[in-house]
């Protein structure tokens, strides 16, 4: 880490509007490993001016689900309501520096002139009005009790920036209008308190979505009329769902705690996020956050919308389940049983993380230790319609079952190994390929066409409930 790189800033700065979506994991996530490669600082902004839409409960849903995540920032949270005085105070030295203007024009005028813009099909600019009127003209209004907005004077000249993912951007201060600064009730507007925050924050990387990317030429103009540093800019593609379209809530699921109802792992969920518009085509995908934070390249963030692919990221979750410790789950799944009703409190934790390790290989999401635990508790009551189909056509199938069914009986342990070499031997016995039981076996104590190994599953079961589900099967196959 060289001397400069420790100088490094980044923050999130989500809105209290809602709930935290992924996008905005996305952005924070993004934000923290270039923060942690570089040794730097990973700030949270809370952006709560918009006192209609933010709520306090929102905000504390952000701050948990942030820090369930682990994505918790390195410092106390900066509400950005909290700092309205420097906002202002920014405005005020923009208009005595004549950087700004007060702006008279009333909202129905503005209006108008929308109107007339539309008509004439040309893209609405503001008039220009009040950019040139005089001290006086000014006074007079103000005496008069006129209300009036701040707007900000674009200085004529070219903005140019480096993004770091959209690279060489130049726009033509021509093409920004006089945009307002404060409103008429005198509260300042977002292109103004993100600047003041983040120079007073001393960002030194903003690091944010797609849909900021027209913000920047104008919050660059601000910095540099308040003669504040201008920080780098990254802006970060957007999320698209398959269809092409921007991710919505109409897609799915979309806000974390939607994604840790259904089961993900924080680990997960930050893999699969991870990988968008940066390692959408790895052969190997699978990375803990300390991983990430060695292998993400922000040099190799491309700028073409990310498709989210919801299984694609429920596969990822299994693998990093599947890494996990049994020991580790079991605190999740424990619950998971017991509001199922299948366990009680006192159930053992040695036969629960037996259980867990058994299942895990073949697990998605941590929900669907419900879906696939079942069994080990309850006989199946509906059998996986495409296993039967596909394994159990044999005319003799039932035979074969009832010959299993009887043979087991012989057994004097449910040991999965006696099971098995029960189950090789009969199969031997009658010239068939052991699959030819094993499938039958499978369906019948598990209902499902895949499953971890069945053997361990049946001892687990113990013989009796193996018995009785080879028997169920038969009837069920009438
Ligand atoms: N508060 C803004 C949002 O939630 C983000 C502003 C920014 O990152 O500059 O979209």
Known sequence: MNQHAQKIRVRFA????GHLHIGGVRTAL??????????????LRIEDTDKERSTNANMQEILSALEWLGLSPDETPVIQSEHS??????ADQLLREGKAYRCFCTKEGLEADKIKAESEKRAYRYSGRCRELSENEIQAKLDTGLPYTVRFRIPEGITRFKDMVYKDIAVNNEEIDDFIILRSDGSPIYQLSVVVDDANMNITHVIRGEDHLSNTPKQILLYLALGKKVPKFGHLPLILAQDGKRLSKRHGASSVDEFKEMGFLPEGLLNGLALLGWGDNMPKPIFSLDELIKRFDFARVNKKGAIF???KLAWINGQHLSRSEAKDMWPF????WQNAGWIDPGFSDEDGIRYTDLLKSRIRLLNEFVLYGKYLFKDPLTFDMKAIDKHLQSPDIKKYISILSTSFQSLKSSSAEEME???REVADMHEIKAS?????LRIAVTGFGVSPDIFKICEILG????IRRLNLLKIFLV
Request: with cysteine; aromatic share 10%; charged share 20%.
């Open 421 to 423: 070499a029960k189950l």
């Open 30 to 43: 993004f934000n923290y490993l270039y923060a942690r490669q570089m040794g730097g600082t990973y700030c």
């Open 333 to 336: 799944v424990k619950p998971l």
């Open 14 to 17: 989500p809105s209290p509007t």
């Open 309 to 311: 692919d919801p299984d």
């Open 463 to 466: 013989l009796e409930t193996v």
């Open 436 to 440: 030819m039981l094993i499938h039958p």
């Open 85 to 90: 005085q420097e906002h202002l105070e920014a």
